[in-house]
């Protein structure tokens, strides 16, 4: 589960991670009244107003009137994700800018040209950046321990990074028995060249960084950027934190955090099934039991000539109500032209799989093509089950004939 940026550096204040003075506005009346009471009246006159999506590149994504999908022009530039506002009249800027933002359409390199619609922002103090960094926490899934990665790259796409220069890239592995150690945090300070009071106070940023992580059931906590300020300070400019789902029954009050508004409409809807549903831009659906199999699924579809429209797993328990929502579900995405049901039955019986889709193809018009490949346990009674059900499918053997399939309803 995804929280917002805000969101996230309320819960790393609580470990007492650096951050800046901030607040959440909702509507534009709220902007300029924060911006007043909690900064201007302070003698700030220098803050930041960030777009509050589940997306990145804010700073660099352009702000599109939703009207006339054309970029908001504010002040003969612009309007971007992210905006500094430096005057003495701060409230009034954050005001207009604000209205303007909101309810708006935000367009990044991670939404691509759909974009998506800013419902809050997050006002900021202002700070002096002496430079940026990268910093990071997650599970390295190759060596079964969590890793801190650092780079002196910050405020840039991390994974382009990684692509083009990995040797910017820091890594310090965390053995379980031990946790983290306070050499490692030196190692990366010294790598990252900082010395005196910012190596100081870079050691001590990266313990409470691990606390959170850890405590907080994170699969990934991220800072890009992490400043250091003219003050030698290190601060958490920026926060990105993501849960582990199956953590989350440790943590009741997270629930209260999740942003339905970020998320697809049918990811939701699968959510409330349990089902691994993953939104994509193809045009074949599918439908699979297990991770490895969909995956490979997904790459037999792009071979025959189709882009997968997701990812969808309906597990290992699959029953008929639940294979049933998942087609369901499925067959909701308008942007699916064929549809490819692919089992192999070891937990899950493959004639229960063929019950739940004759179920859901009874619930739901279907008129594009539907190839069913069943295997394992009980498929025979499964394809039984299919060809005896009045309704239309294709049938395969194997993963070569379904393929050979899908490239045949692709290319009428």
Do not use: W
Not at 243 to 267: G, K, Q, T, V
Request: one cysteine or more; aromatic letters at 6%; hydrophobic letters at 40%.
């Amino acid at each position: 589960m995804k929280i917002h940026e805000y969101q996230a550096k309320e819960l790393l204040s609580k470990f007492n991670i650096p951050t800046l003075k901030r607040a959440v506005a909702f509507t534009a009346d709220e902007a300029g009244k924060v911006a007043y009471e909690k900064f201007q009246t302070n003698n700030i006159h220098t803050i930041v107003l960030k777009a509050q999506v589940h997306a990145g590149g804010r700073g660099k994504g352009v702000i599109y009137d939703v009207a006339t999908n054309k970029p908001i022009i504010y002040n003969g530039k612009e309007l971007r994700g992210v905006n500094i506002i430096s005057n003495n009249n701060i409230s009034h800027t954050a005001y207009e800018m604000s209205n303007l933002m909101l309810n708006n359409k935000l367009v990044t390199i991670q939404t691509g040209e759909a974009g998506t619609i800013v419902h809050r922002l997050l006002i900021e103090e202002g700070c002096k950046i002496a430079k940026e960094f990268y910093l990071g926490i997650t599970l390295d899934r190759q060596t079964g321990k969590n890793v801190v990665m650092a780079s002196t790259e910050g405020g840039v796409e991390i994974e382009k990074v990684a692509a083009e220069t990995p040797e910017k890239i820091l890594k310090e592995y965390i053995d379980p028995t031990v946790g983290f150690q306070q050499y490692q945090g030196r190692s990366l300070a010294f790598d990252l060249g900082l010395s005196g009071q910012s190596f100081k106070n870079f050691v001590s940023f990266i313990p409470k960084l691990v606390q959170a992580y850890n405590e907080l059931d994170a699969n990934l906590v991220e800072i890009n950027p992490l400043v250091l300020t003219a003050d030698e300070e290190i601060i958490a400019l920026d926060a990105k934190i993501t849960f582990d789902d199956n953590a989350l029954y440790r943590h009741p009050d997270f629930i209260e955090l999740r942003d339905l508004a970020e998320e697809s409409p049918l990811e939701v809807e699968a959510s409330k099934y349990d089902l691994n549903y993953i939104k994509l831009d193809g045009n074949v659906g599918c439908m699979v039991n297990g991770a490895g199999l969909a995956m490979a699924t997904m790459d037999m579809i792009q071979l025959a000539g189709g882009t997968p429209a997701n990812f969808l797993d309906v597990g290992g328990g699959a029953n008929v109500d639940r294979i049933a929502n998942a087609f369901r579900i499925m067959m909701s995405d308008p942007d699916v032209k064929a549809v490819l049901i692919n089992i192999f039955g070891g937990i899950v019986r493959c004639d229960k799989v063929a019950d739940g889709i004759v179920k859901a193809l009874n619930e739901v018009k279907v008129e594009i093509p539907v190839i069913v490949r069943l295997d394992g346990t009980n498929a025979k009674e499964g394809k039984e089950t299919l060809l005896h059900s009045g309704l239309n499918f294709k049938v395969a053997t194997s993963f070569h004939e379904a393929a050979l399939k899908v490239t045949e309803v692709l290319t009428r």
